[in-house]
T-cell receptor, first 111, second 114 residues
Framework: GESVGLHLPTLSVQEGDNSIINCAYS??????FIWYKQESGKGPQFIID?????DKRQGQRVTVLLNKTVKHLSLQIAATQPGDSAVYFC??????????FGAGTILRVKS | DTGVSQNPRHKITKRGQNVTFRCDPI?????LYWYRQTLGQGPEFLTY????????KSRLLSDRFSAERPKGSFSTLEIQRTEQGDSAMYLC????????????FGEGSWLTVV
């Protein structure tokens, strides 16, 4: 079936550096994408979303890029902080349907 | 705090017992979702409601699982005759379809079947 996958299972970055987490999706009909952050023992926390009619969206310290041609999504975190350490999931949705999640990327921030 | 409330947060039960989880979504959200998550995996879709109507059920939702949303507000997820393989975190989420459908999750209910 359709699935969302992540390229890197673990990413280690130095505090203050920028982080880039990548995600590939396979359902070309997906029109909505969300990045979630999940800390140990907690539920997924909404970070940022993007619709298929956009290729870039910025939030506070985060930017999501969408490349529909190659079905690729990325999350950029500027000036990564220790509090950013968590598991990051991308998820896709076809309009009015359910979210499908990938396996997640662990982000470790070294002080 | 996303506003989605789940309880109990933790439940330990013996194999064969029934358990029920409750979810209170963000006020006025018309969509409510249930997901299951095991360690090291992403959340897996179980079912979702629009108002009180259950619109889709995953094949993961065996006949031992039942979910309800009787008045279109809170929802319950019941697992009958629990098995050790049911041990997981059960996540509830909600959204407002007419407002972009951004989906917000609760903190989850941990189930351990011993």
């Amino acid at each position: 079936g359709e699935s969302v996958g992540l390229h890197l299972p673990t990413l280690s970055v130095q505090e203050g550096d920028n982080s880039i987490i990548n995600c590939a999706y396979s359902n070309s009909a997906s029109d909505y994408f969300i990045w979630y952050k999940q800390e140990s023992g907690k539920g997924p926390q909404f970070i940022i979303d993007i619709r298929s009619n956009m290729d870039k969206r910025q939030g506070q310290r985060v930017t999501v890029l969408l490349n529909k041609t190659v079905k690729h999504l990325s999350l950029q975190i500027a000036a990564t902080q220790p509090g950013d350490s968590a598991v990051y999931f991308c998820a896709e949705m076809e309009y009015g349907n359910k979210l499908v999640f990938g396996a997640g990327t662990i982000l470790r921030v070294k002080s | 705090d996303t506003g989605v409330s789940q309880n109990p947060r933790h439940k330990i039960t013996k194999r064969g017992q029934n358990v029920t989880f409750r979810c209170d979504p963000i006020s006025e959200h018309n969509r409510l979702y249930w997901y299951r998550q095991t360690l090291g995996q992403g959340p897996e879709f179980l079912t979702y409601f629009q108002n009180e109507a259950q619109l889709e059920k995953s094949r993961l939702l065996s006949d031992r699982f039942s979910a309800e949303r009787p008045k279109g507000s809170f929802s319950t997820l019941e697992i009958q005759r629990t098995e050790q393989g049911d041990s997981a975190m059960y996540l509830c989420a909600s959204s407002l379809l007419s407002s972009g459908n951004t989906i917000y999750f609760g903190e989850g209910s941990w189930l351990t079947v011993v």
